[in-house]
């Protein structure tokens, strides 16, 4: 369960205040597909930070699966995140120079796993999002739409609980945003993953469990 | 994969721009190795000038000011505690080009084998220069410097002495055993007074520049310096008489300003590659931002970011320095340098091993300068304000 209460986060540009959020409270339930939607510059990037532990809220709570992330330090939420949280960009972020297995295996040069047992695992991650046979190939080597599954390789390879998404579509066409939408509907459901996403993307709704819309940093309303 | 394969393939991203600053690199370290040989040379030839026995004298105001009067050998031998002495002449002899220059001296061939002992002569071979009027002993640097061997006759001009040239027949080698030892060409004096017969009605016969005297213990040698002095001490040549040790210092000092001068060239140079270097490394690691960002959400923390960053500059670095330091090692000892007039004797570049192992050491201080503040700039990197830029 994700647990947001009374959250605020105030970014300080010299004199000015910027308050990219104001007391958000929101409940993301475990196993659920969630998006969070808005105008541009309505917090939605800011508060799917604040739930991955990438950022520090400025007053209130977020709790992930019992863990309050208020308070860690730098290096005790690069931990949590290693363990805990996959995350998938809107430029995929795949590292040119590595092949896909390569970056695939990135998150577990942080895990104490073997040589043999990092490559099961990258196996499996490969075989989830269907490019085994693509693992050799480097990201310039694969389509917009391949890049993007084998970042989500990547953000599953340690097996963690909850997946943050920040525009995984949007540099997408039609086709693969479906097929990456509905891949991530997979992971929800069979694999019993949290899914918390930043889109513009209207075709979202079709996949995701609940909604979260954000204007000028407040929750307007959250759909069930 | 590892960590090993992510700074490799990072190397290899760009390869012109490796490939450039680690040449740059290199040659900057190959440079320095070569400036800092200067001050160890330097050490070399004191460190062989410190018999303890030994006196040098010349000319009270300098070698280069005047001559001595060969009579004052014998005075001095005549001097308690005086076991040897043997006397030297300058002759500035050029084989081929003067900047091809290498010392040349007259000696005395009867005692030049007792009071130089440790140049450690072939018995066989100073016996015939003894005994070979036009006879050279030379070291062993210069005769592969211009092929000589023994048996050869060589011919030197001179502009010291009435530019006379002198046929010598070469007839044994003096061993590498210190810098200068190596490249003397040591003639007979007798040869070199009858040279100069003709010129006598000017004063040209009977001088010598400087006595090398051995003594019977190293406690007396203020003793007998100070009575070698005042003996001579208001005659028209007043003699200064020195350890060989502080005739050597006297002597290279005069070298001091030239080598800062280009110790400072040479570390103005490693100051330019580290800036090079620094903005190499900025430049590569300004270009990664989004990588660097993605490494951190993912869970890297600053000092594994910081490690992987400074690895790859130091990898260049030592790369760089290896390939600098060893050809200068090898290349500088080839053994074909002699005397140059601009550095004198310390123009023979004979690098030690400890200045090939600071070359690396440098090139890797220039890797952790160059490297650390990008590096630590980029561990740094607020991951939130980052991921806004790049999305």
Redo the contacts between chains.
């Keep these: 369960m994700i647990a947001v209460n009374q959250v605020s986060r105030i970014y300080r540009r010299g004199a000015d205040e910027v308050h990219a959020l104001e007391g958000v409270n929101l409940q993301i339930p475990d196993g659920t597909f969630a998006a969070l939607m808005g105008p541009s510059g309505s917090g939605k ?2 508060l799917l ?1 604040l739930i ?1 532990g ?2 520090q809220p400025s007053s209130g709570d977020i709790a992930v699966n019992g863990q309050n992330l208020r308070g860690l330090s ?2 005790q939420l ?6 805990h949280v996959g ?1 998938v ?3 995929y ?1 795949l ?4 092949s896909a ?2 970056n695939v ?3 577990l ?2 895990t104490r796993l073997s040589k043999a047992d ?1 490559r099961q695992h990258v196996e499996t991650a490969l075989s989830i999002v269907g490019l085994t046979e693509r693992k050799n190939h480097r990201p310039n080597q694969l389509s917009g739409g391949e890049q993007q599954r084998v970042a989500i390789a ?1 953000a599953i390879v340690v097996d963690p609980q909850l997946l943050v998404a ?2 995984p579509t949007g540099d997408l066409d039609a086709k693969n945003a479906d097929d990456i939408l509905t891949l991530l509907r997979q992971l929800k459901n069979e694999f019993r993953k949290t899914v918390v996403m930043v889109t513009h993307d209207p075709r979202a709704e079709r996949y995701v469990d609940q909604i979260f819309h954000l204007d000028k940093g407040i929750l307007v309303n959250g759909t069930p | ?3 090993w ?2 700074i490799r ?2 190397l ?2 760009n390869r012109t721009r490796t490939i450039l600053t680690t040449l740059a690199i290199a040659f900057s370290i190959f440079l320095v190795c070569a400036v800092m040989t200067l001050p160890s040379v330097r050490d070399s030839i004191l460190a062989h000038s410190s018999n303890g026995r030994r006196l040098v004298v010349h000319h009270k105001y300098g070698i280069a000011y005047g001559n001595l009067p060969v009579a004052y050998a014998q005075r001095v031998r005549n001097i308690t505690h005086v076991v040897g002495l043997n006397h030297l002449t300058w002759f500035g002899g050029i084989y081929t080009e003067a900047k091809d220059f290498f010392p040349s001296y007259a000696v005395d061939s009867d005692t030049v084998g007792e009071t130089l002992g440790e140049y450690q002569f072939n018995p066989t071979e100073l016996d015939l220069f003894q005994k070979t009027r036009n006879g050279a002993l030379v070291g062993i640097r210069t005769m592969q410097k211009f092929g000589w061997k023994i048996g050869d006759e060589v011919t030197l001009r001179n502009s010291v002495w009435f530019d006379i040239s002198l046929t010598f027949k070469l007839v044994g080698t003096i061993p590498d055993v210190n810098p200068v030892s190596s490249t003397l060409f040591l003639f007979q004096r007798r040869y070199f007074e009858e040279a100069l017969r003709p010129y006598e009605n000017l004063g040209s016969t009977g001088w010598i520049s400087q006595m090398v005297v051995m003594i019977d213990a190293p406690e007396n040698l203020s003793t007998v310096s100070a009575a070698i002095d005042e003996q001579f001490r208001n005659s028209p040549q007043p003699t200064l008489t020195e350890t060989e040790f502080a005739f050597t210092a006297s002597y290279l000092s005069a070298f001091d300003g030239i080598i800062q001068v280009i110790m400072l060239v040479g570390f103005l140079v490693v100051a330019a590659i580290i800036l090079i270097a620094a903005n190499t490394a900025a430049m590569s690691v300004r270009e990664r931002i ?2 660097v ?10 000092r594994t970011i910081f490690s992987l960053l400074v690895s790859e500059a130091l990898l260049i670095a030592s790369l760089g320095g290896l390939l600098g330091a060893v050809p200068a090692y090898f290349i500088l000892n080839a053994g074909k340098s002699s005397w140059s007039p601009f550095l004198g004797p310390l123009s023979l570049f004979l690098m030690p091993v400890s200045v090939m192992i600071q070359g690396v050491f440098i090139a890797l201080f220039v890797g952790i300068l160059a490297g650390v503040i990008p590096s630590r700039n980029a561990a740094r990197l607020n ?2 304000s980052a ?2 830029q ?2």
């Design positions: 990037s800011t930070n991955a990438l950022d730098e290096d690069a931990a949590w995140r290693a363990a995350f960009f809107q430029f972020n590292i040119p120079v590595l297995a390569e295996e990135i998150p040069l942080l990092r990547r920040d525009e | 994969m590892s960590t394969t992510l393939r990072n290899g991203r989004n990588e960002a993605t490494l951190k959400t993912i869970g890297f923390r600053r991951v939130a991921l806004r790049i999305t």
